[in-house]
Structures are given as structure tokens and as C-alpha cells.
């Protein structure tokens, strides 16, 4: 059996929630950053792996609709969603520098198809 931690399915992260391992085996479907950073915080996504890529696809459900032009908006934006993930929970094994740059290449990713 291939089981994914974390993914991303139809607009929203998918992931295992840890705090019911091992006794069952249940999904939680994220769709934005508040649900995210609560996910977090009563440890239903667990380790440093896990909540790198939960933060990237966080500060990514910031942005992806994004729809303007400027890129001053944008990039506050972008900083706004990083923070608003980061600062209540306190991801101590991932930069903002880090999340920003995941982000943008989910964007990029994305745009493309």
C-alpha cells in the first residue's frame, strides 16, 4: 500500500491526520490557511517533512487566486499568507525564505498546465 502523507487534490491538501494514527486511518481535506495552521497546531500533521510541505501548500492557498497584475500586491500577498501560517504556529525547521519559494514554484507549476 502507497500511502501519501501530504498531497494536493482538487484545490485543497491532503493529508493524513496523525493524531488518530495508529488506531485509523483518516484524511483531512485543507482548503485554507486558518484550517491549516489548526491542523498544525493540535498536531494532526506531525514532522519536519510534513510541515515543510503543509506550509508551502499554505502559503500557496494564500495565492492561488491571486488574480491582479501588480506585483506589489502580489508580494504582499504572498507575505501575508506566509505570516499568517507561520506566526501563531511556529514552524521552527522552516524559513519564510523557504515557504515563499515553494510557493512560487507551485504557482509557476500550476500556471503551466
Do not use: C, H
Not at 16 to 37: C, V, W
Not at 78 to 86: D, E, K, P, Q
Amino acid at each position: 500500500m502507497n500511502l501519501k502523507t501530504i498531497s494536493w487534490k482538487n484545490n485543497k491538501i491532503k493529508i493524513i491526520d496523525q493524531a488518530k494514527l495508529p488506531g485509523k486511518l483518516e484524511y483531512l481535506y485543507i482548503s485554507n490557511i486558518k484550517d491549516l495552521r489548526q491542523a498544525i497546531r493540535k498536531m494532526r500533521v506531525r514532522g519536519a517533512p510534513a510541515l515543510g510541505i503543509a506550509g508551502a501548500l499554505g502559503v500557496y492557498l494564500g495565492i492561488k487566486d491571486f488574480d491582479g497584475e501588480d506585483a506589489g500586491n502580489f508580494n504582499q500577498r504572498l507575505n501575508v499568507s506566509a505570516v499568517i501560517l507561520l506566526l501563531p504556529v511556529r514552524l521552527p525547521t522552516i524559513s519564510l525564505g523557504v515557504l515563499k519559494g515553494y510557493a512560487m514554484l507551485l504557482l509557476k507549476i500550476n500556471a503551466s498546465r
